[in-house]
């Protein structure tokens, strides 16, 4: 099966840095298709470039989409990346549509700025309807994770807001193709939508808790990591352009 592996992205000094780094993860992955979801309204030169870049050097597939957040929720307390998460679902299903043929396949929602082993991606590839596994680094912890017992989810480890019907991470689950064409309109939804209920409202819409499949050893080992990048210090940047190139970083 394909993965698709939608990452939303927006500009920002250590973008390229996070997308480099992505993609020497992703490129070394079989059958991964990268959708790359700016947070923008048009999509920036510096992505497009990026993005030919990385065809024209034998990197992964990659479809460059953007989809803007509306000003209003941009600040805190407002779940991020709603709109560019579902710009990507809505292109995988239309895609789907058009083959003639069901085709197996997997998304997985990959934000930029996490760290993903090579291992997790041969476990996700398995998945028949949603898949779920530890997530390091995240929720307060150094690790959350589903509790599994005889093959099954029954609870789950974690430090922050535990009565959510699925106390975990974006990067913490998978989802059959299969599973995201035949709910067609599952998607991600703000509407109040409290800080960490994004994944939550989404696993509902298409999962039990009880059909959740473990990876990873029955949830036993951290494939990927919650990592966040520091914020750079521009603080000497001069307020002018003087040097005598210019050059995109
Ligand atoms: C946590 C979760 O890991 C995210 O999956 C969740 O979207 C987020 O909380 C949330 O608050 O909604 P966190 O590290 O706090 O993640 O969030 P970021 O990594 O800053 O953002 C998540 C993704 O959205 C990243 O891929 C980032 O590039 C993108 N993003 C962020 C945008 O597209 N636009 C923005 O304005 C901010
Ligand atoms: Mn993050």
Request: proline share 8%.
């Amino acid at each position: 099966p394909v993965i698709y592996t939608i990452t939303p992205t927006y500009s920002r000094p250590v973008q390229k840095a996070e997308l480099t780094r992505l993609a020497n993860t992703f490129r070394q992955v079989a059958r991964l298709h990268w959708v790359l979801v700016e947070d923008s309204a048009v999509g920036t030169e510096l992505v497009s470039r990026f993005v030919a870049g990385l065809l024209r050097s034998g990197g992964p597939p990659c479809t460059h989409l953007h989809a803007l957040t509306p000003r209003r929720f941009k600040r805190p307390g407002q779940p991020r990346a709603t709109e560019q998460r579902n710009a990507g679902l809505a292109w995988v299903r239309q895609r789907h549509q058009r083959l003639p043929a069901p085709q197996p396949g997997v998304v997985f929602f990959a934000d930029d700025d996490n760290t993903y082993s090579l291992e997790l991606f041969q476990e996700m590839r398995t998945t028949h309807k949603v898949s779920v596994w530890p997530v390091g680094l995240a929720g307060g912890r150094r690790y959350e994770r589903p509790v599994v017992e005889k093959g099954k989810v029954v609870g789950w480890y974690t430090g922050w807001r535990a009565g959510r019907p699925f106390p975990i991470d974006m990067a913490g689950f998978a989802v059959s193709l299969q599973v995201i064409l035949s709910n067609p309109k599952a998607i991600f939804r703000r509407h109040g939508s409290q800080p960490g209920m994004q994944e939550s409202d989404f696993l509902r819409q298409i999962t039990t808790v009880e059909e959740l499949e473990p990876k990873a050893n029955n949830c036993t080992k951290v494939l990927v990591w919650h990592t966040r990048t520091e914020k750079v210090n521009l603080s000497n940047e001069p307020k002018y352009h003087l040097d005598s190139v210019k050059i995109e970083v």
